[in-house]
């Protein structure tokens, strides 16, 4: 019997959109722990305001999804990768600048919020392109393994950055950290495309959002809600509970075991099993947002238990959200014609982006009240999710799929 031969997906190209990725994502994370510590300290603001602040980000990011898969379709797909990334990396500067004036915090915030917007979506849709079809599950799979090394390392390293009250290192790592993969970005190859001239482009509301994923993007979003709870406030819950010791390696455990789900779950994608990994992946996302809503009671019990439910729940909830992601993210390209990946990848992100906003946001007005409660929320929102999947998202998926 001949071995069979697979496509190669590890070429230069795709290697150098993996570390772009893993660059780009750490810049990120370093600040996404430490901007609530930082509102909190520099502008004497509470809860509820912290909450405002950094969901005016994932606004930013959402209204220009849309905008951004039609662009990323219809110009040049490199062009508006790099130009992004660019933006990108120079708004990082402002943080240096903006420090007295909370109106002027929030206006950096929602310019940099722009531009993630425009390169996720672009990036996403990129790493696609260099990657061979009979392999994107599996692509899809090591590229999100370049995001979570990044949530494995990035936050903490911006706590570590921090712990002598430093803001203007953590700023300056994450900027350092950007223009250096912008570098890997400049350096990757992207064939050629045909494009239609702009005088034959028809503008509509379905060059925008692919109106066949909607139902998929409901029930990713009220995935996204619970997760931006989490990445949110996981830190200042779990030090409330008494737990005040390594409370940033809850991101590390997290990220282990999204690494550890997806390099099984892109290679089931790719035998066909889309639908069963997004259930399987839900099951387990819904028992870590369980152990986040018990562990102050855990805690309370016993301070060593909370210890151990703490980082099992990161695990669960990680290897959950890992063994979703590349069979959402497939699901939804499946579902679009080649010339309007961007749109569908758009499309995945916006439903992401609306609950992760909801969610800090949510979770800022709850916590006012109880950290437990904010997670229990949170647990009947994946719930749901799963039945929405179930009764609505998979039928729909089956009767319309285009591969």
């Known amino acids: 019997m001949s071995a069979v031969i697979k496509d190669r997906l590890w070429t230069r190209s795709y290697i150098f ?5 893993f660059l780009m994502s750490f810049s990120f994370f370093i600040l996404v722990p430490t901007l609530p510590l930082y509102l909190a300290e520099t502008f004497s603001i509470g809860k509820s305001m912290v909450g405002i602040v950094l969901s005016c980000y994932v606004i930013a990011v959402l209204s220009v999804r849309p905008l951004a898969g039609f662009v990323a379709d219809t110009f040049p797909r490199k062009s508006v990768y790099i130009i992004s990334y660019a933006l990108f990396v120079a708004t990082f500067l402002g943080y240096f600048a903006v420090t007295r004036t909370l109106a002027l915090f929030i206006l950096l915030r929602v ?3 722009f531009s993630f917007g425009m ?4 990036s996403n849709t990129l790493v696609i392109d260099v990657m061979p079809s009979s392999r994107r599950g599996e692509g899809l799979g090591y590229y999100g393994v370049t995001n979570n090394l990044a949530m494995a390392f990035g936050p903490m390293t911006g706590l570590f950055v921090i712990s002598s009250g430093n803001y203007t290192l953590l700023f300056l790592t994450s900027l350092v950290t950007g223009l250096l993969g912008l570098c890997f970005a400049a350096s990757v190859r992207v064939a050629k495309r045909p494009t239609a001239p702009l005088s034959e482009f028809k503008l509509s509301a ?3 959002f692919l109106k066949e994923g909607i139902r998929a993007c409901i029930s990713f979003f009220l995935l996204a809600i619970p997760y931006g709870m989490t990445t949110s406030y996981i830190a200042i819950y779990a ?3 008494g737990i005040t010791r390594h409370t940033g390696l809850f991101f590390t455990v997290m990220a282990a075991g999204l690494i550890a789900s997806r390099l099984n779950s892109g290679k089931r994608v790719d035998k066909g099993f889309i639908t069963q990994t997004v259930r399987t992946g839900i099951v387990i996302a819904f028992f870590g947002s369980l152990g986040e809503a018990t562990l102050s009671a855990v805690a309370e019990w016993s301070n060593v238990a909370g210890y151990i439910a703490y980082f099992l729940t990161a695990f669960l909830f990680g290897f959950g959200f890992g063994t979703l992601f590349p069979a959402y993210n497939t699901l939804f390209i499946n579902l679009a014609p080649n010339s309007r990946r961007a749109t569908a990848n758009a499309t995945y992100l916006t439903g992401w982006d609306v609950g ?3 969610g800090m946001l949510l979770g800022g007005y709850i916590a006012e009240y109880d950290y437990a409660l904010c997670y229990t929320v949170g647990a009947g929102l994946i719930l749901l999710s ?3 999947f179930v009764r609505q998202v998979t039928p729909h998926f ?3 799929r285009l591969r």
């Not at 959109?17 to 990725?21: E, F, K, N, P, S």
Request: hydrophobic content about 45%; glycine content about 12%.
């Open 356 to 358: 992760i906003g909801v």
């Open 239 to 241: 030090a409330e509970s």
């Open 386 to 388: 799963l039945l929405f």
């Open 119 to 122: 390169l996720t979506t672009t």
């Open 17 to 21: 959109v993996c570390l772009a990725g």
């Open 111 to 113: 310019v940099h919020g």
């Open 206 to 208: 379905d060059r925008f």
């Open 398 to 400: 089956e009767s319309h």
